[in-house]
């Protein structure tokens, strides 16, 4: 199993970012895909979720300016990011769970900052 995440980087206060997770290794339309993130001195959190049949899940907040998706034809799960806020800088990581369990890529920087 592999998750490559890319897209991060700079963005001011109300920009957007869309991250890319590239996956292989697995039949990656049958399985749920997430994003969490770790901002610096604290805990991971979740982000939001996709189940491999339909249904979106979101943290309260990210709900209304952040959207999962995923394209099956390209192993793909992406996460658009819009209003970005300085609270959403952190680490974005992406996550697949086979089998009951969780595998991550490496993630990719996000900093909101003026």
């Known amino acids: 199993v592999q998750l490559v995440e890319s897209g991060g980087g700079l963005v001011q206060p109300g920009g957007s970012l869309r991250l890319s997770c590239a996956a292989s290794?697995?039949?990656?339309?049958?399985?749920?895909m997430k994003w969490d993130r770790q901002a610096p001195g604290k805990e991971r959190e979740w982000v939001a979720d996709m189940p491999p049949h339909g249904g979106l899940n979101y943290a309260d907040s990210v709900k209304g300016r952040f959207a999962i998706s995923r394209d099956n034809t390209k192993n793909t799960v992406y996460l658009q990011m819009n209003s970005l806020k300085p609270e959403d800088t952190a680490v974005y990581y992406c996550?697949?769970?086979?089998?009951?369990?969780?595998?991550w890529g490496q993630g990719t920087q996000v900093t909101v900052s003026s």
């Open positions: 290794g697995f039949t990656f339309r049958s399985y749920v």
């Open positions: 996550g697949a769970l086979i089998f009951n369990k969780w595998y």
